[in-house]
């Protein structure tokens, strides 16, 4: 029996659609009749382990670098992205600390610094697209509407933070991450044990992405 026999008998008059008697005028919880329904079974859930879902290249690494403007395969292509963080995230050039010479940095579209005016427009037409920095030559701002996984089986080494759809795509294309640690984000531990075991990571304390030392960088995950 039910261990409240009166509470019982009110919700079964509201599963039939009949107003809840007034305590004061019910019947006696000892006389009162109840009954208890049955239990359904708990639907049965299987969990099945599933490799990374991820979204592949269009289109091959010498048509997005040619289109980027970067003919010389012995430059290094560092893609700056932050995903859905890209409007929170700050930071800002710092000349030789930031880049070397042979290194060209490609920045999303939407994480581009608000106080970096663009320079010469080229768009190839395909999607890649660029405006170079008008201070910095090294900077490329990305079209709105690029193919990310295009450009980063394009790039050398991705800057960025550790999430599903960056580890995914930088594991597939065997494209290193070099990742900005957050705090209180519970998929982080996880998907880094991804990047370890497939070698591709390396860390940048926040510090240094916020003032641009980024040098050492790039070639430590480039060496990955």
Same mark, same amino acid.
């Given at each position: 029996? *039910?261990?409240?026999?009166?509470?019982?008998?009110? *919700?079964? $008059?509201?599963?039939? !659609?009949?107003?809840? /008697?007034?305590?004061?005028?019910?019947? %006696?919880?000892?006389?009162?009749?109840?009954?208890?329904?049955?239990?359904?079974?708990?639907? #049965?859930?299987?969990?099945?382990?599933?490799?990374?879902?991820?979204?592949?290249?269009? $289109?091959?690494?010498? =048509?997005?670098?040619? =289109?980027?403007?970067?003919?010389?395969? @012995?430059?290094?292509?560092?893609? /700056?992205?932050? @995903?859905?963080?890209?409007?929170?995230?700050?930071? &800002?050039?710092?000349?030789?600390?930031?880049?070397?010479?042979?290194?060209?940095?490609?920045? #999303? *579209?939407?994480?581009?610094?608000?106080?970096?005016?663009?320079?010469?427009?080229?768009?190839?037409?395909?999607?890649? @697209? &660029?405006?170079?920095?008008?201070?910095?030559?090294?900077?490329?701002?990305?079209?709105?509407?690029?193919?990310?996984?295009?450009?980063?089986?394009?790039?050398?080494?991705? /800057?960025?933070?550790? !999430?599903?759809? %960056?580890? %995914?795509? #930088?594991?597939? *294309?065997?494209?290193?991450?070099?990742?900005?640690?957050?705090?209180?984000?519970?998929?982080?531990? =996880?998907? &880094?044990?991804?990047?370890?075991?497939? =070698?591709?990571?390396?860390?940048?304390?926040?510090?240094?992405?916020?003032?641009?030392?980024?040098? @050492? !960088?790039? %070639?430590?995950?480039?060496? $990955?």
């Amino acid at each position: 029996a *039910h261990p409240m026999p009166w509470l019982e008998h009110q *919700h079964q $008059r509201q599963r039939q !659609g009949q107003q809840p /008697l007034d305590a004061s005028s019910s019947p %006696s919880p000892a006389t009162t009749t109840t009954t208890t329904p049955t239990t359904a079974r708990s639907p #049965c859930t299987a969990i099945h382990e599933m490799p990374l879902v991820v979204r592949k290249a269009r $289109r091959t690494r010498a =048509e997005v670098r040619r =289109e980027l403007g970067i003919l010389d395969e @012995g430059t290094g292509l560092l893609l /700056l992205m932050f @995903g859905g963080l890209s409007g929170t995230v700050s930071w &800002k050039s710092s000349g030789n600390k930031t880049l070397a010479e042979n290194w060209v940095c490609a920045v #999303c *579209h939407a994480i581009w610094p608000e106080d970096e005016e663009d320079g010469t427009s080229d768009n190839g037409g395909g999607g890649g @697209g &660029k405006r170079k920095s008008a201070r910095n030559e090294q900077f490329i701002r990305l079209d709105r509407d690029v193919y990310i996984p295009d450009v980063i089986n394009a790039s050398d080494v991705v /800057l960025g933070k550790i !999430g599903y759809g %960056s580890v %995914s795509e #930088c594991v597939f *294309h065997r494209t290193p991450l070099i990742y900005v640690p957050r705090e209180n984000f519970a998929e982080e531990p =996880e998907l &880094k044990q991804v990047l370890e075991r497939h =070698e591709t990571c390396v860390e940048m304390s926040a510090k240094a992405f916020a003032t641009g030392e980024w040098r @050492g !960088g790039p %070639s430590k995950g480039q060496a $990955r």
